[in-house]
């Protein structure tokens, strides 16, 4: 059974760094894409990045030029670096696989 599993989130102020990471557990599988959503209190939940298993990159408008989305496919996980955070980027972030599967969440704080 496959696995994702998200670490990385916590605290930060606005300005400040984060790295989020995903590993998928339990299959030797290379997914073909995989990608970061949040979803903010009262709100849906929307796609920050993906990657594809060649490495092509999309992100969402708001967060380009400051997150950087990247795979290790030998250790079938990817990573999200967040770097100038604002408050508006607290949210709880999933790690997903070609939309199948589903981490169970990091929270993102960024303090003003």
């Known amino acids: 059974q496959v696995q994702l599993v998200e670490s990385g989130g916590g605290l930060v102020q606005a300005g400040g760094s984060l790295r989020l990471s995903c590993a998928a557990a339990?299959?030797?599988?290379?997914?073909?894409?995989m990608g970061w959503h949040r979803q903010a209190p009262g709100k849906q939940r929307e796609l920050v990045a993906t990657?594809?298993?060649?490495?092509?990159?999309t992100y969402a408008d708001s967060v380009k030029g400051r997150f950087t989305i990247f795979r290790d496919n030998t250790k079938n996980a990817i990573y999200l670096q967040m770097n100038s955070l604002r408050p508006e980027d607290t949210a709880v972030y999933y790690c997903a696989a070609d939309i199948l599967y589903w981490g169970q969440g990091t929270q993102v704080t960024v303090s003003s």
């Open positions: 339990g299959s030797a599988y290379v997914f073909n894409t």
């Open positions: 990657i594809s298993r060649g490495g092509s990159t």
